[in-house]
């Protein structure tokens, strides 16, 4: 019996767990970032399966295609005005900058604006932004697209007239009336509230105050809200924060989902900036990375799971601001990491098994050229066993690595698993899952073939 006969059966005997997928937002305010195709195929070997980025960059859009990660697409704070004026000029923006990527590119949801109420730019009409918003429903209401990608929009926790204690927080009066249009639009939508949240900023500007462990996300003794509930990391009392605010527009009983759309910590920062340090920022984002693929929520509402972006996949070297606004990525430039934080997939494989149903379903890879090798770095006895398992029950027929088969030179363990990686990967139907092998797999766009070594491609 094979490994995938298997699989119905497995399914019955011991359900994984359900994993929770986490997303990671993608700036591109740096002048030595790898390019989107490679970011892509990077992505494509971690647990991160949920992209954010700024504009509709048409290269990253493409280079998600056919990826099985989900991608979030923005429109900037400048064009809301353009998009608010009429139903038409909103239709002729996602003609140009969403449809001809749509549907090889996942795209689940438009960010209009990013913190556009609190910019502290005048131009900005609260208005337009509401108005921006519909237009563009409507456009996916006429295109039948409405369940598949929302609208909503990112606020930063400016929006707050007061975030302390949770369960008594408001909006500033001043936005208000806005805000009751934009929560009676996610309502009627079905659209996430998000929200830009950084205990970490907190901290900084209070480090005498706020302890350390409550803002790294860790196990503080707690706070306590006159509500009775109590809070061991900042995170979750601004969360709950939101919450409170939007209950109190009247919105507590609608199902509007709190996403928390960025949140990160600095590796780096000004001289004054204590907390930036790698350990600290490895501390946090491991957390935030356990926090979004567990199905917990905050004190207020244990049960709802809330949908998390870490901010940032990259250090952006041409970021404006201080120190610390540059230092907020998981990688350099040049794809490797500022700290050790693992991103490996150890439950892709287990995804596999929800496929088609479960939260992270995902669509197979078709279309353009890809193979899977193994990462030049990998453990050399995890390897082995791949190659181990791909050659025997994986059922690759692995003549060609034998000896005085054409694959057979160079005889290095790295390159006899690459071949026998990607003919289980293609055989399997390129399901990037298919090229995990315990983190030892990686998608790559160029022909690995050389000489009379031919991979295989589907
Ligand atoms: C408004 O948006 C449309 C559609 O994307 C575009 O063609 C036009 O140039 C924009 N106008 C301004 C003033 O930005
Ligand atoms: C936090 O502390 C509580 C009470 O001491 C404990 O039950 C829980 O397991 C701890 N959680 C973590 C993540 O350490
Ligand atoms: C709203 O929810 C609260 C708490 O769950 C409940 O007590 C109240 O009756 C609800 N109000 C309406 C109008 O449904």
């Not at 140009?96 to 090889?104: D, K, R």
Request: charged share 15%; glycine share 8%.
């Amino acid at each position: 019996m094979t490994l995938v006969s298997l699989l119905p059966l497995l399914l019955l005997m011991c359900p994984f767990p359900t994993v929770f997928s986490v997303g990671i937002n993608y700036g591109t305010l740096g002048n030595n970032l790898p390019s989107p195709k490679a970011v892509a195929q990077l992505l494509q070997s971690t647990l991160i399966d949920k992209v954010k980025i700024y504009d509709t960059n048409p290269q990253i859009l493409q280079a998600f295609s056919n990826t099985g990660i989900d991608v979030i697409v923005a429109v900037e704070n400048n064009n809301v005005a353009n998009i608010s004026s009429t139903k038409s000029v909103a239709e002729d923006w996602f003609s140009a900058h969403i449809a001809p990527f749509i549907p090889a590119t996942s795209i689940v949801a438009i960010a209009v604006g990013n913190e556009y109420l609190a910019s502290g730019d005048d131009n900005m009409d609260p208005n337009a932004l509401v108005q921006a918003m519909q237009n563009l429903h409507e456009v996916l209401l006429s295109r039948g697209l409405d369940r598949k990608i929302k609208i909503s929009t990112p606020h930063s926790m400016a929006v707050l007239a007061t975030s302390f204690p949770p369960s008594a927080s408001t909006f500033a009066t001043i936005l208000m009336p806005t805000m009751t249009s934009i929560l009676t639009f996610l309502a009627d939508t079905g659209s996430p509230f998000m929200v830009n949240a950084y205990p970490y900023f907190a901290y900084r500007d209070n480090p005498s105050t706020v302890p350390l462990e409550y803002v790294l996300l860790g196990n503080s003794s707690g706070v306590h809200d006159p509500k009775g509930y109590v809070y061991t990391n900042m995170l979750d009392a601004q969360i709950d924060a939101i919450r409170s605010a939007i209950a109190s527009l009247g919105f507590g009983n609608q199902s509007i989902h709190i996403m928390v759309s960025e949140s990160g910590w600095p590796s780096k920062g000004e001289p004054g900036e204590v907390a930036a340090s790698p350990d600290n920022a490895k501390t946090y984002n491991t957390r935030l990375i356990a926090k979004a693929q567990s199905s917990k929520g905050t004190p207020m509402r244990p049960n709802e799971k809330i949908d998390i972006f870490l901010f940032a996949l990259f250090n952006e070297n041409k970021k404006q601001g201080g120190t610390s606004e540059r230092n907020f990525g998981l990688f350099n430039g040049d794809g490797s990491k500022v700290y050790e934080v693992d991103l490996s997939c150890e439950f892709c494989s287990g995804s596999k098994i929800e496929f088609g149903f479960g939260p992270r379903s995902k669509t197979g890879q078709r279309g353009p050229s890809v193979w899977c090798v193994a990462k030049p770095h990998a453990d050399e006895k995890l390897v082995q066993g791949v190659l181990d398992f791909c050659c025997g029950p994986g059922g690759v027929d692995c003549r060609d690595v034998y000896e005085n088969g054409p694959c057979f030179g160079p005889n290095k363990v790295h390159a006899h698993a690459s071949y026998a990686m990607n003919a289980y990967y293609q055989m399997h139907g390129r399901n990037y899952w298919n090229c995990d092998f315990k983190g030892s797999g990686l998608v790559t766009f160029s022909d690995p073939s050389y000489g009379t070594c031919k991979y295989s491609q589907q």
